[in-house]
């Protein structure tokens, strides 16, 4: 069965601190992984995905597989980055690989 | 382009009542999936749609809970004798194309609340 933890609910920084969401996954196979984000009183929408590679809103995320993580960083957090983040899982596609298994989420306030 | 619409976005309900969601996908999007979202517990799969194929409705918490989708387009969840812990956010989205990598966009979804 495919699971996704985020470990924590909450998590607070300063303003100009680094951040890292932590997520761990469990999978048996190459999964697709996702962060998606939630900004108050916004529709839940997908941040980035590992499979390209990208860096959005200076977030980056690393898929490791040797330890099934796919922490989502960012050096520098910035008040507009205060959001709900989920990590999501699925696998590489076809047949029933596509749904996407969501964790419990992690609210990121960051103060100034 | 318009995004994926539900309806209503606010239902308050009586226990025991039946309700109707709605939610219309983005044009073109082939694939439809429904969602939970409840306090603590994060997103729940309820139901997926895929063409004409028969939906996924693994995630139906009871028999309560149906589905359908008319068109391919449109898509309703009906909860039936309603009660307290089916209070939640519904949330729908859809896909391009029914594969795992394929980008869902979500609606505002419908916040249940049952009495």
């Known amino acids: 069965a495919q699971r996704v933890t985020q470990p924590e609910k909450l998590l607070s920084v300063f303003k100009g601190a680094p951040v890292e969401l932590k997520c761990n996954y469990s999978?048996?196979?190459?999964?697709?992984l996702f962060w998606y984000v939630q900004y108050s009183r916004q529709r839940l929408q997908l941040l980035l995905r590992h499979i390209s590679r990208e860096s959005i809103k200076g977030f980056t995320a690393d898929l490791n597989k040797g330890e099934t993580s796919f922490h989502l960083k960012k050096p520098f957090a910035q008040e507009e980055d205060s959001a709900m983040y989920y990590c999501a899982l699925s696998g590489p596609g076809g047949g029933s690989n596509y749904k996407l298994t969501f964790g419990k989420g992690t609210l990121l306030t960051v103060n100034p | 382009g318009a995004g994926v619409s539900q309806s209503p976005s606010n239902k308050v309900t009586e226990k025991g009542k039946d309700v109707e969601l709605r939610c219309d996908p983005i044009?073109?999007?082939?694939?439809l999936y429904w969602y939970r979202q409840s306090l603590g517990q994060g997103l729940e799969f309820l139901i997926y749609f895929q063409g004409n194929s028969a939906p996924d409705k693994s995630g139906l918490p009871s028999d309560r809970f149906s589905a359908e989708r008319t068109g391919g387009s449109v898509s309703t969840l009906t909860i039936q004798r309603t009660q307290q812990e089916d209070s939640a956010v519904y949330l729908c989205a859809s896909s391009l194309v029914a594969r795992g990598n394929s980008p869902l966009h979500f609606g505002n979804g419908t916040r249940l609340t049952v009495t």
């Open positions: 044009s073109g999007h082939t694939a």
């Open positions: 999978y048996s196979g190459s999964p697709e």
